[in-house]
């Protein structure tokens, strides 16, 4: 099946310090790929949705200039949360697009972000 | 606004009974829907799906009912194990053609051996 590699998987840093967390498809090319946030016992919220070789698309609310993407290959998108602070501690996780609007997301296993 | 919504938050079966587990939605332009397993500090993982133009679809113990008309979709699982118990989300996403999912507010079922 399709596997979604997501790095680091656990993240403390203090405050102001700019985190990169990656992305990887590792069995199958992905064009599209997605970033959500979770907070404690609350839903998956989609963030931006990450397109190789072009601009990331930010949800409404979504600070773009906060929450950076690249997505420079079609195996990997980078999640960069530039100034961190606490408020930004949370749970973060990516998925590769099935391919098409009818086709399952694949998840990695989320990066949890702990700003002191 | 939560166009995705599972009204339980929590759910304890048995084990070796059903565990049917409710999702309702309310964006008519929903077409394919989704259930997502999903353990602490762990990303989803995809267990079901369907598309509208069906009303049920099955993949061993689990198998997925859809009622458009009741815009109303239900994970069935049988029998129901121990390792079941993780936090189940509900999924939808339109066609539009840009894959973006939205999910549901998740209900934790626990398994009673």
């Known amino acids: 099946g399709a596997v979604v590699s997501q790095h680091p998987s656990w993240v403390i840093c203090k405050s102001g310090t700019s985190v990169k967390i990656e992305c990887r498809s590792l069995d199958f090319q992905a064009t599209t790929m997605f970033w959500y946030r979770q907070f404690p016992k609350q839903s998956l919220m989609l963030m931006a949705t990450?397109?190789?070789?072009?601009?990331?698309?930010?949800e409404q609310g979504v600070e773009k200039d906060k929450f950076l993407i690249n997505h420079a290959s079609l195996t990997l998108s980078t999640l960069t949360v530039t100034s961190a602070h606490p408020e930004d501690s949370s749970f973060y996780i990516c998925s590769a697009g099935g391919g098409a609007w009818n086709q399952p997301q694949h998840f990695g296993d989320g990066t949890r972000l702990s700003i002191l | 606004d939560q166009q995705v919504k599972q009204n339980s938050p929590s759910l304890s079966v048995q084990e070796g009974r059903i565990s049917i587990l409710n999702c309702d939605y309310t964006n008519s332009m929903f077409d394919y829907f989704l259930w997502y397993k999903k353990y602490p500090a762990e990303g989803p993982t995809f267990l079901i799906s369907i598309s509208s133009i069906k009303d049920k679809n099955e993949d061993g113990r689990f198998t997925v009912f859809l009622n458009k008309s009741a815009k109303h979709l239900s994970l069935h699982i049988v029998p129901s194990q121990p390792g079941d118990s993780a936090v189940y989300f509900c999924a939808a996403s339109e066609v539009t053609g840009n894959e973006k999912l939205t999910f549901g507010t998740g209900t934790r079922l626990t398994i009673i051996p």
């Open positions: 990450s397109n190789e070789g072009s601009k990331a698309t930010y």
